[in-house]
């Protein structure tokens, strides 16, 4: 395989075949570099994690499921640094290619996995998602991506950022793909529950662009093929801006216990924007951790008692297309900013969320969400491929 991308990492030249049979046969996937394959190493995206550890001994079990189900492993993918941003752009190894949005992001932390999908380069790929990082690249490149209930596949054989919002998500150029993946890798498959209602947040919709909403509401209203019950909310009566400051603070404190010997052992170069937020984070106390986890408490509640059984919400996955390589760090950081106050939801929450690739603005892909309540990834994955089999007639077609 020709990687023309940027897409895989140069220290993991690795192809592992997988079973003769089984659902995935025949199938190609890749695996963020933050994934465990005995006798490699790491590389988390940053030289001086790669240089200050040792290979791994063992394989990540969701690599195990993956190939025992006759998928291919064609190589590691690469990631923002110790997948602590947003953007894909990594100050030591580069910006992998977004196809389908030329001079753009690919978005990240999980951007090498995103754009290999993208470019046909395997069929899917395992990324992480802690605030975004397979929801937003998904939404970028134009394929769809899951973020799963939390906890539902244990965070076993890999680099951790943040536990209590790190989740094992993977992308596909098709539905049906993505549904065979989440079945070989959640041990519980069930079969999806009947969709009952959808929910339409006022307030989480505002904060896309306009020319993003045009695009998006009427794939929304096509839900009403599905499901003739359609409600309009606001999610956060008290602004929707009050959830994303819980979601920094928490994760910014998870990483530093994460990751703190590691920096103060090897003193470690990061790139711009992550060096700056790595700073940050000694700073937060353990009292503002126990108030974030106190507002946190109130999200899930929120989250727990909207979305029952049976119950998806719509949402813009993203406030706007990618934004162009290069960037100013502000802008960046501004983008990045909106861009958590519609991840951060899903993160806050603990609860399942998947992009559909369902339309373009200015010729660069958009992306819809439907979120469901704990455990209603099945649900998510039946009809991200049912509203992808309506998503036609004056709609950009879906990017798959």
């Known amino acids: 395989m020709t990687d023309q991308l940027g897409a895989f990492v140069d220290h993991c030249d690795i192809q592992i075949e997988g079973a003769v049979d089984g659902p995935l046969a025949q199938t190609t996937f890749a695996v963020k570099d933050l994934y465990h394959i005995a006798g490699t190493k790491a590389g988390c995206g940053n030289p001086d994690w790669l240089d200050s550890h040792d290979e791994d001994e063992e394989t ?87 973020r799963p209930t939390h906890g539902r596949i244990p965070l076993q054989g890999l680099m951790a950022l943040a536990r209590s919002f790190d989740t094992i998500g993977w992308f596909a150029r098709d539905p049906a793909v993505l549904e065979i993946v989440g079945k070989v890798l959640f041990d519980d498959w069930s079969g999806p529950a009947p969709l009952q209602q959808t929910l339409v947040p006022v307030d989480a919709w505002a904060l896309a662009d306009p020319a993003v909403q045009d695009v998006l509401r009427p794939i929304a209203e096509r839900l009403r093929h599905l499901t003739p019950i359609v409600h309009e909310i606001t999610l956060v009566p008290e602004g ?15 990483i530093w216990q994460e990751h703190r010997a590691w920096v103060e052992a090897e003193n470690p170069t990061f790139g711009p924007g992550i060096a700056e937020r790595m700073k ?114 004056g709609v950009a077609p879906l990017l798959v």
């Open 60 to 146: 990540a079990p969701v690599i195990h499921k993956l190939l025992a189900a006759g998928g291919t492993l064609v190589g590691k993918t690469h990631t923002d640094e110790i997948a602590y941003s947003l953007n894909g752009e990594n100050h030591f190894y580069g910006t992998p290619v977004n196809v389908n949005a030329k001079g753009r992001i690919p978005g990240g932390s999980s951007s090498g996995s995103a754009a290999a999908v993208a470019g046909a380069l395997c069929d899917y790929a395992l990324g992480t998602d802690t605030g975004g990082s397979v929801r937003l690249p998904a939404s970028y490149c134009g394929i769809f991506g899951i």
């Open 240 to 254: 929707i801006g009050s959830w994303s400051p819980l979601f920094r603070v928490i994760q910014g404190w998870e």
């Open 280 to 393: 940050w984070v000694p700073t937060i106390s353990d009292a503002d951790k126990a108030e974030a986890d106190a507002g946190r408490a109130k999200v899930i509640d929120r989250l727990n008692t909207i979305l029952q059984p049976g119950t998806i919400m719509v949402l813009p996955t993203s406030p706007g297309i990618a934004p162009e390589i290069g960037q100013p760090a502000e802008s960046l950081e501004s983008f990045r900013y909106r861009a958590l106050q519609l991840t951060g939801i899903g993160s806050l929450g603990k609860v399942p969320q998947i992009n559909i690739p369902v339309g373009q603005v200015d010729g660069c892909p958009v992306g819809l969400s439907l979120m469901a309540g704990p455990g209603g990834d099945e649900l998510l994955l039946d009809i991200a491929g049912k509203l992808a089999g309506v998503a036609q007639n």
